[in-house]
């Protein structure tokens, strides 16, 4: 059988019913798609694994599918993320690989004025915006994880982060 999408649309509403048999298949024809699908994306030894958090984010969010809307898309979306969530990590590994081999070189001096500099400058701007700053583009926080360290809705997260850079940029710029 071909992963199409109203094979794969049928055998959720199955699912979704109970359906274990249905649920089973579902999975293995979802997987092979997202394989087809990952393989364009990422290095050949990453899409197992990539395939495997999806089906696994699918499972946890298969209450949210919505039976009358199409399978497919719902599916990408979420390898979507997964596959944005992978980059993610790899790239902060390869930096922090990059930053403890460049740490011999850096001075201690260096280090703390431009952290002072960071923390004069987010001084300047509202409260809430700093704090958003700091949280996603300092300590790496995502805007999901930002979200529930600040309190702020993650639209709000959002906004205050693009407001608060273009505050700081007009600041940089005046001096």
Request: aromatic share 6%.
């Amino acid at each position: 059988m071909i992963a199409n999408e109203e094979g794969l649309r049928r055998l959720m509403r199955l699912s979704l019913t109970g359906d274990k048999q249905a649920y089973a298949v579902l999975l293995e024809q979802a997987g092979k798609w997202l394989a087809r699908y990952f393989r364009q994306k990422i290095a050949p030894d990453a899409v197992d694994d990539l395939v495997q958090d999806t089906l696994i984010s699918l499972h946890r969010k298969r209450s949210s599918y919505d039976p009358a809307r199409p399978f497919l898309p719902w599916l990408a979306a979420i390898a979507r993320y997964r596959w944005i969530d992978r980059l993610r990590q790899t790239y902060r590994h390869e930096a922090q690989m990059l930053e403890d081999y460049d740490k011999a070189e850096d001075s201690h001096e260096e280090v703390v004025g431009a952290r002072i500099s960071i923390d004069r400058l987010l001084d300047l701007i509202p409260q809430s915006q700093a704090e958003v700053i700091r949280c996603v583009k300092i300590e790496g926080l995502s805007i999901d994880e930002a979200s529930i360290r600040t309190g702020q809705s993650e639209s709000l997260v959002k906004v205050n982060i693009h407001r608060g850079l273009k505050k700081l940029s007009t600041l940089v710029e005046s001096e």
